[in-house]
């Protein structure tokens, strides 16, 4: 039985700021964040957005062609949660009024959150083929104003639809895993921003691309030859960069050529969004479906990363006719309908977004109607709206 994605969903809030305006206002070279970095833009969440609106709607986009009466299990990958104890995904079933039957809880190890998911949620399906799984990666990318990971922030969310015979990507048997206790990134529970040894966290990030894709190609018996495309976890898209170079070396023209293009057309979205942690990689998993063309059949590989620290490798294999299941103008045009801000307004949103509204102080939202955000607290309890 083939298990794996059958459903993708995207959202990502409608303000960014301008990698070449914060460059400026840092008095850095453009071309460090351009090039250096390799963002473009960066997506920024107001106080109306936090990773249960976004994952609401994330998951909105598709859960009208989803049979609810199926799906056994809703899990969400997150490293930016609103309470210390009730799951997030719990404010996402009740706006999504999924059945009471559904299990549901929220899992966290950085950014491999999302990738947790995915892999329970496929075990889940192979236990129980009737059923299926709603997994998503919700995120804002916040390492404060003025710091060095600054030009690496952003804020999105994906969500996927598991299930039997799924008609976009199947995800194969087989998995490389690594972990080490290592302090490359976290973030403190008093703290609303996250510490980081940035130069540190990429040595970790390489050190484990490299251990978990060799030991996947032994297990396996693949070759670097035989992947279409390697997608990769990117907090900022120099990152995937990098790992991907280590991947290609060695390799004859043809490889090098097809896993560079496709490495560039599965980082589009991200260039343009920035880093949304938990959702990153699937967001190049999207950036790679809606802008490239891939044959059915083909190979695809994952790098996951969580730091602190989690990695993995994957595989799966894109099913024919998959692009009757995406929605690439709609996902354009939600990166078009952003408007950009400048440096006084994204630091003044930032500022705000550190610290809760008070309560009984009600938000409201400047999104297009349909879409879900936060709108405060009420009794301390959080209520999420739909605009
Ligand atoms: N033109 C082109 N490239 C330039 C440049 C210019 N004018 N100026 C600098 N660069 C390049 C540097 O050579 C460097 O490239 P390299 O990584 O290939 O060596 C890159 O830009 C970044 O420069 P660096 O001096 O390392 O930047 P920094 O000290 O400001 O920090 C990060 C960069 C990524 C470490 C920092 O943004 C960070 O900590 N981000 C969060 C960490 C993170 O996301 N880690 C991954 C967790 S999974």
């Known amino acids: 039985m083939q298990v794996g994605i059958d459903q993708i969903g995207f959202y990502t809030p409608n303000k960014y700021v301008d990698m070449v305006d914060l460059a400026t206002a840092r008095g850095e070279d453009p071309n460090k964040y351009l090039i250096g970095i390799g963002q473009k833009r960066m997506s920024v969440a107001d106080s109306s957005q936090d990773a249960v609106s976004m994952g609401i709607n994330a998951t909105l986009s598709y859960i009208d062609q989803v049979d609810c009466d199926q799906v056994g299990l809703l899990l969400m990958g997150t490293e930016s949660g609103v309470d210390q104890s009730k799951s997030a995904s719990l404010f996402v079933k009740s706006a999504l009024k999924l059945r009471p039957e559904v299990r549901t809880f929220e899992i966290k190890e950085a950014c491999f959150g999302m990738t947790a998911g995915i892999m329970t949620a496929c075990d889940y399906i192979r236990a129980h083929p009737d059923r ?17 990971g600054e ?36 973030r403190p529970n008093n703290s609303p921003i996250a510490l980081v040894d940035g130069k540190y966290s990429k040595e970790v990030y390489l050190d484990f691309f490299t251990r978990t894709f060799a030991a996947y190609q032994r297990q396996m018996n693949y070759q670097v030859s035989d992947f279409a495309a390697l ?21 004859n023209e043809i490889v090098q050529k097809r896993l560079e293009q496709n490495f560039g057309l599965s980082s589009y979205y991200s260039r343009n969004v920035g880093n949304i942690y938990t959702a990153s990689l699937y967001l190049s998993l999207l950036s790679l479906l809606e802008q490239g063309k891939l044959n059915s059949d083909s190979l695809i590989g994952f790098f ?11 595989s799966g294999k894109i099913v024919s006719g998959y692009e009757k299941m995406l929605t690439p103008n709609t996902n354009k045009q939600m990166l078009a309908r952003r408007k950009k801000i400048s440096i006084t307004e994204y630091e003044q949103i930032f500022n705000q977004s550190l610290v809760l509204p008070q309560d009984n ?8 109607n349909g879409y879900w955000y936060f709108a405060g607290t009420n009794q301390h309890i959080r209520q ?3 605009k």
């Not at 299926?132 to 060095?148: C, M, Q």
């Not at 996951?304 to 994957?314: D, Q, V």
Request: charge should be negative.
């Open 384 to 386: 999420y709206k739909q």
């Open 151 to 186: 030009v690496t922030q952003g804020a999105g969310s994906v969500s996927v639809l598991l299930k039997a015979n799924p008609r976009i990507l199947s995800i194969n048997s087989g998995y490389s895993a690594y972990s080490a206790d290592v302090n490359d990134f976290w």
């Open 361 to 368: 102080h009600f938000l409201d939202s400047d999104e297009e």
């Open 132 to 148: 299926s799984a709603i997994v998503i990666g919700s995120d804002i990318a916040k390492y404060g104003v003025g710091s060095a």
């Open 231 to 251: 997608v990769y976890h990117l907090p900022f898209v120099k990152m995937g960069y990098k790992a991907n170079q280590l991947a290609i070396a060695n390799q």
């Open 304 to 314: 996951s990363y969580g730091s602190g620290a989690m990695g993995e490798f994957y």
